[in-house]
């Protein structure tokens, strides 16, 4: 699939649609829409004119949700999200370590914080792999998760 | 993009319109609202929002206002590249004195649920500075 940016809304309307019909609850398709929609434009610039690939994984039974976006990148860009990821999983409070990306994201250049986002908005661990020149940004948790949670307490 | 002022206007005082959205000022009994509509999601969005709310913000702190009013029930969805240039605004007001510092009251919508989870988080960016209804 060639991704031109206007396909990405698109995506995520789908998505949305598709995950609310497979019985999430709450506002967990939102959620997911999110996260697909994020992983999806983090991808776009750096898939060097190639295909993006999109996985979505809903299992009602198993309580459980991934998402993968897969596209091409050099080993320089693999290596700097993979340091980027571990910079972020190094920090266990996701609230803290989005809070902290808003306080640092320099606000006029495009980038640095749709990750954080994925991580705290949609609950999701993320985390990164590579094989042959393409790299994929995993994002999984559990399908049916408890209230965020915030220092003063559930929202 | 389009800009525009018009100093007698009371409904849209300031705006810019993109492709998929458009955001404005309107001057209203209740005070200043800035309504979102559509859909923020094109590639750095603060090069067009940044200079938009920098014109609010200077304009809010010429009338010495104590709060405004941001709409977003008519916002369909804001990729994080948009949701900076509310960062933004807000290390704006945090930047003024304290004195002069104002409240930002957001205006959601339940049905666009990502408001919900994007607005706490903003909340707990800026615990004095946001609101939300």
Redesign the interface.
Known sequence: MKPPWVFIDEIRRFVESFCACAGTTDNREAQLALAVHELMQNAVPHSHDDDVELTLEVEPEADRVAVAVTNRCTDAEYHALEERVARMNGEPDALRHYLQAMHDTPTAQRGGLGLARVRFEAQLELSVSRTGGRMTVHASGRLRPAPLQTSGGSR | MTAAFQPGGRATPFQVSEE?YSASMATEPLGTRVLFRG?I????P??VL?PFLDAVHDEVVKKGERAVRVDLRELE?C???G???F??WI?RIQALPEGQRYGLRFLSNPA???Q???L??LS??AVNTVAID
């Open positions: 998929k859909t999601s094109t590639v750095n603060a090069t940044n969805f990729n994080s590249s949701f900076k240039a960062i933004h290390q666009r649920k990502w919900k989870t994007s706490l988080a707990c960016y």
